[in-house]
């Protein structure tokens, strides 16, 4: 099975501090591991993308991510926030359909950066 | 260019009509799916479609009625909505195969009265 935990629904932190958004999976496939960033009434922005590569997974706009097997996790950094940076990001990880892929979604951590 | 375009952007309808939403891509994907996003909540699969033929419906109501013309084209009919149904529909595609980065549009708000 397939699953998806975001351990905090809401962060907020002061611009300039590190960011750091946490994410567990659990899959019984090797898994494709997604972080996608949504801004207030957007579609999904693609941040990063683990595909058993490298570990450490470098995104747009400063982000990056571990894949640690041993911890099931996928954690999402940033050195400096930037005010930019306020938006609901979802850990996704990739399941095989027919064809094609499904997303499955955790329930989001909604980014919130204090001036 | 990594773009998928949706329109419209905002869709206002009554219970009884009848409308469309519209989706295009031309990065050459042959998967194209179609996502429900309620507020404060993540996006759910509606359905895919993989070479033009629907591979994955997931349990949505016939209400619902999606088509893919062609490779670049998606489109999801609806008729005769229920005001719950209002939410954000979300566009995407993907090349075919397992682990490959979806796309997705910007959406369409549908509002449904």
């Known amino acids: 099975a397939q699953s998806v935990t975001q351990l905090d629904s809401h962060v907020s932190v002061s611009e300039g501090t590190p960011v750091l958004l946490r994410c567990n999976y659990s899959?019984?496939?090797?898994?494709?591991l997604f972080w996608y960033v949504q801004h207030p009434n957007k579609g999904l922005q693609l941040l990063l993308k683990y595909t058993s590569a490298a570990t450490l997974v470098k995104g747009i706009n400063g982000f990056e991510a571990e894949f640690k097997k041993s911890e099931t996790s996928f954690h999402l950094t940033k050195p400096s926030a930037h005010m930019s940076d306020a938006a609901e990001y979802f850990c996704?990880?990739?399941?095989?359909?027919?064809?094609?892929?499904?997303?499955?979604f955790g329930t989001g951590t909604r980014l919130t950066v204090i001036p | 260019d990594t773009e998928v375009t949706q329109t419209p952007k905002h869709l206002v309808m009554g219970m009884t009509n009848k409308k469309s939403l519209k989706c295009e891509q031309h990065m050459g994907h042959r998967a194209m799916y179609w996502y429900k996003q309620k507020a404060k909540k993540p996006p759910e699969l509606m359905f895919v479609y993989s070479y033009e033929k629907l591979s994955i419906n997931e349990s949505v109501p016939s209400r619902f009625s999606p088509e893919c013309p062609n490779s670049s084209l998606l489109n999801l009919h609806l008729h005769a909505l229920q005001p719950e149904d209002s939410a954000l529909y979300l566009c995407a595609s993907s090349q075919a195969g397992f682990g490959n980065t979806i796309y997705f549009g910007e959406g369409s708000w549908l509002t449904v009265v």
């Open positions: 899959s019984s496939y090797s898994p494709s």
């Open positions: 996704v990880v990739s399941i095989p359909q027919t064809g094609a892929n499904n997303l499955f």
